[in-house]
T-cell receptor, first 112, second 116 residues
Framework: QQPVQSPQAVILREGEDAVINCSSS?????VHWYRQKHGEAPVFLMI?????EQKGHEKISASFNEKKQQSSLYLTASQLSYSGTYFC?????????????FGKGTRLSVIA | GAVVSQHPSWVICKSGTSVKIECRSL??????MFWYRQFPKQSLMLMAT?????????EQGVEKDKFLINHASLTLSTLTVTSAHPEDSSFYIC????????????FGPGTRLTVL
């Protein structure tokens, strides 16, 4: 079942913060976050596993609330390079051959 | 991280012809690869799961006879779009997971197919 992402689109000025949410109605094993630039393949950002963890590197971090089956991606002090479409991919279990089911994406535009 | 390659990166063909897209795992063996399709400004939609040495598993609504998948080795999966039509024009992306290493799913660079 496809996860639900919100917002669908957001416009930021450089230096502003943003939060992108990814929700599922089913219990999740993991949530994967990707960023895709126009005409390119998705680039991996991070994985969060059930157990309710939080991860981050530099100014991009994420959390996974297992009880709510929701993950949030936090972008702080945004840069122009952050522009793109952000996808969350989810899986309900892991067996080594489980594909990810992606949300519809959140289009982020950072302007000067 | 692991590397997945695709070839060709783009292809333009006439309606009615067949097109083969290759997906290779360059530095690991992938018993399973996944094929996604993405239309402009839309999400990645899973088409099929490719299993080495056995038949692919197709998602509901994906025509098996039109999108032929072959996973003949642990490093190569191919997607053949048979009798392509303009509505098949899309961005096709393959991905794979490296067993016993982690949960990350690695994506190839994608193949843009344009059918005239």
């Amino acid at each position: 079942q496809q996860p639900v992402q919100s917002p669908q689109a957001v416009i930021l000025r450089e230096g502003e913060d943003a939060v992108i949410n990814c929700s599922s109605s089913k219990a999740l094993y993991s949530v994967h976050w990707y960023r895709q630039k126009h005409g390119e393949a998705p680039v991996f950002l991070m994985i969060l596993l059930k157990g309710g963890e939080q991860k981050g590197h530099e100014k991009i971090s994420a959390s996974f609330n297992e009880k709510k089956q929701q993950s949030s991606l936090y972008l702080t002090a945004s840069q122009l390079s952050y522009s793109g479409t952000y996808f969350c991919g989810t899986e309900r279990g892991y067996s080594g051959n489980t594909p990810l089911v992606f949300g519809k994406g959140t289009r982020l535009s950072v302007i000067a | 991280g692991a590397v997945v390659s695709q070839h060709p990166s783009w292809v333009i063909c006439k309606s009615g012809t067949s097109v083969k897209i290759e997906c290779r795992s360059l530095d690991f063996q992938a018993t399973t690869m996944f094929w996604y399709r993405q239309f402009p400004k839309q999400s990645l939609m899973l088409m099929a799961t490719s299993n080495e040495g056995s038949k692919a598993t197709y998602e509901q609504g994906v025509e098996k006879d039109k999108f032929l998948i072959n996973h003949a080795s642990l490093t190569l999966s191919t997607l053949t779009v048979t009798s392509a039509h303009p509505e098949d024009s899309s961005f096709y992306i393959c991905s794979a997971r490296e067993p016993d290493v982690g949960n990350e799913q690695f994506f190839g660079p994608g193949t843009r197919l344009t059918v005239l």
